[in-house]
């Protein structure tokens, strides 16, 4: 079982390059997100989608696009890169649009550095 | 603004101590999920909690969820290498919404040989 796959697993970009970091899902999970981690600071949820054609944005949205033209694709599009955006990002998935008794399902992250 | 804190940040323990970790909130939680993380990986969940008071426990790890639902705790006996890891609480604060799951900082656990 595949479960969430992300690529690259690691990506170095200079300041002002644009790039799409690929998420995709094989559960047929109604749900599906993208957090950043960072030191200190927990998971915070850069934008979720609720279902194919739906989208919206969560606690740090700026500098990042998504979309979901698909139910198992999620890609997140980083417009032009900042070094504030220096981070690990992780897609999730869960099978249900309510978070109740529903579990995320993390892939195993992208590692990203901008200078 | 919902926020979880986590305590203790950092954790250090000899093989065979027993800790505990804590995950606190002034708000309340209509379900809250532990997941532990090992370095280059994503989380991976360990158990949710529903009930005000429930304990769950899953072999030498025991979860509790306070009574009023703005807390919980995860209790490691005899504390083993393989349970080094981030230890991440989270909480979904309504039972039917799009509601999006907030996360702790997180308890970093390494157990000594």
């Known amino acids: 079982n595949a479960g969430v796959t992300q690529t690259p697993k690691f990506q170095v970009l200079k300041t002002g390059q644009s790039m799409t970091l690929q998420c995709a899902q094989d559960?047929?999970?109604?749900?599906m997100s993208w957090y950043r981690q960072d030191p200190g600071m927990g998971l915070r949820l850069i934008h979720y989608s609720v279902g194919a054609g739906i989208t919206d944005q969560g606690e740090v949205p700026n500098g990042y696009n998504v979309s979901r033209s698909t139910t198992e694709d999620f890609p997140l599009r980083l417009l032009s890169a900042a070094p504030s955006q220096t981070s690990v990002y992780f897609c999730?998935?869960?099978?249900?649009?309510?978070?109740?008794?529903?579990?995320?399902?993390f892939g195993n992250g992208t590692r990203l550095t901008v200078t | 603004t919902q926020l979880l804190e986590q305590s203790p940040q950092f954790l250090s323990i000899q093989e065979g101590e027993n800790l505990t970790v804590y995950c606190n909130s002034s708000?309340?939680?209509?379900?809250l999920q532990w997941y532990r993380q090992e370095p280059g990986e994503g989380p991976v969940l360990l158990v949710t909690?529903?009930?005000?008071?429930e304990v769950k426990k899953l072999k030498r790890l025991t979860f509790q969820f306070g009574d009023a639902r703005k807390d919980s705790s995860l209790h490691i006996t005899a504390a083993q290498p393989g349970d080094t890891g981030l230890y991440l609480c989270?909480?979904?604060?309504?039972?039917?919404?799009?509601?999006?799951?907030?996360f702790g900082p997180g308890t970093s656990l390494s157990v000594i040989p």
């Open positions: 559960m047929n999970h109604e749900y």
């Open positions: 909690v529903v009930t005000g008071g």
């Open positions: 999730a998935s869960r099978r249900t649009a309510s978070s109740y008794n529903s579990p995320l399902h």
């Open positions: 708000s309340v939680f209509s379900s």
């Open positions: 989270a909480g979904s604060a309504l039972k039917t919404s799009y509601d999006k799951v907030i």
